[in-house]
T-cell receptor, first 115, second 115 residues
Framework: AQSVTQPDIHITVSEGASLELRCNYS??????LFWYVQSPGQGLQLLLK??????LVQGIKGFEAEFKRSQSSFNLRKPSVHWSDAAEYFC?????????????FGGGTRLMVKP | NAGVTQTPKFRILKIGQSMTLQCAQD?????MYWYRQDPGMGLKLIYY???????DKGEVPNGYNVSRSTTEDFPLRLELAAPSQTSVYFC??????????????FGPGTRLTVL
């Protein structure tokens, strides 16, 4: 079965600093990979996704992520963080199993931004 | 478009009570999903539907039931509520493009406490 690990539960960065959120997945085949963001009291919003092709994918709000098959990773990056980026970020892997298509989410990383 | 709407926003149940969480979408999406999010955890899929009249179990279906009589609505029924069902419940939908891997749109969630 597939699984997703986000090693950092909390991260604090200063506004304007760069950001990297880590995501490692376990899946036997080429995965579909996603990053979602959840602002306080809100549902999740898709930031970006990887299906195939170029391993560096661009998303909304200035985020990007790089798929590295050799490391089973899909880390999320942003060159300069804004205060409005404070939220919880979830990495997810999509795979087909006996239950059909299913997204498996990591435990999330809560990002705090210092002024 | 209102997107994905969920009612109620909050609910407290006593052990053994039953209730229905409502979910509706006005985007004419074929696929709909119910997830639960426990504190500090990622989302887990409870049930999903690929169209009216078709539902299937996800990762954690025990204690829940669903129906999908229309494209727009996907209610989640809790029978005999238990403290383990204390969670935040999210409904989501997507068109079902690319085998169902297109962007899922999430509702704002229902926070349920079972005492």
């Amino acid at each position: 079965a597939q699984s997703v690990t986000q090693p950092d539960i909390h991260i604090t960065v200063s506004e304007g600093a760069s950001l990297e959120l880590r995501c490692n997945y376990s899946y036997g085949a080429t995965p579909y990979l996603f990053w979602y963001v959840q602002s306080p009291g809100q549902g999740l919003q898709l930031l970006l996704k990887y299906f195939s092709g170029d391993t560096l994918v661009q998303g909304i709000k200035g985020f990007e992520a790089e798929f590295k098959r050799s490391q089973s990773s899909f880390n999320l990056r942003k060159p300069s963080v804004h205060w409005s980026d404070a939220a919880e970020y979830f990495c997810a892997v999509g795979a087909r199993n006996n239950a059909g298509n299913m997204l498996t989410f990591g435990g999330g990383t809560r990002l705090m931004v210092k002024p | 478009n209102a997107g994905v709407t969920q009612t109620p926003k909050f609910r407290i149940l006593k052990i053994g009570q039953s209730m229905t969480l409502q979910c509706a979408q006005d985007m004419n999406h074929n696929y709909m999903y119910w997830y639960r999010q426990d504190p500090g955890m990622g989302l887990k899929l409870i049930y999903y539907s690929v169209g009216a009249g078709i539902t299937d179990k996800g990762e954690v279906p025990n204690g829940y039931n669903v129906s999908r009589s229309t494209t727009e609505d996907f209610p989640l029924r809790l029978e005999l509520a238990a403290p383990s069902q204390t969670s935040v419940y999210f409904c989501a939908s997507n068109r079902g493009d690319r085998g169902g891997w297109d962007e899922q749109f999430f509702g704002p969630g229902t926070r349920l406490t079972v005492l």
